[in-house]
């Protein structure tokens, strides 16, 4: 109740005019257990990423039990987002101009914002690692991070895209999905693997770590 009447007022004021007290008086609720709730906006905002993070997958489960093949497996997993994210399309604008700024806890690249970039890395490690695609092993561990680059370069397409039912937005996916497949396909032969090692070393160093010490992907397939 709290999260949808915050989201609610963040579209017909904008994000920086809703304050806290005025999405509990909307809700219904005291300011005091808004808070208990929610911490700040932020967190209004963090409880809206994990809540599109949990929806998209339950959404994308067949496409990663399914077929083998990364390209459909890309492909499912960026069209379930768009799925999953259309509803909130006509306000995702105003997240936008704040997520931009990078000192901000709702950049998708912030500590803040681990949990939600964490559920979602996690679904491209399991679209690559339930491929039948073979790739570089010493890759293979930051690839899920890069796949998750490239979804967040769709979403900053899609924030932008009025056409009807972000249909720019489903057209580059079907374009760009079999491209990135076939790049990791072409990882694991040994004359691109001076250039394997020097994205893997940029991908280590600027990429935000996961919790734990981020992600060495399971199952693995190398030539």
Known sequence: MILETALRLFE???????TMRAVAQEAGVSVGNAYYYFASKEHLVQGFYDRIAAEHEEAVGPVLDGD???????????????DVAQPYHRFAAQFFKNAADPDSPLSPFSEDSTAAREAVISLHERALTGSSTRYDAELGP??????????????????????????????LVERTAPLAARAIALSRFRVLRPLVRQLHDVLVEFMPRARGGGGEAGGVRSS
């Open 142 to 171: 930051i690839l899920p991070q890069l796949m998750w680059l490239m979804q967040m370069g769709l979403v900053l397409f899609w924030v932008y895209d009025r056409t009807g039912n972000a249909a720019r937005s489903r057209r």
């Open 68 to 82: 083998p093949d990364l390209t459909v497996r890309i492909r499912g997993l960026l069209l379930g987002w768009l």
């Open 12 to 18: 017909e004021r904008g994000y920086d005019r809703t």
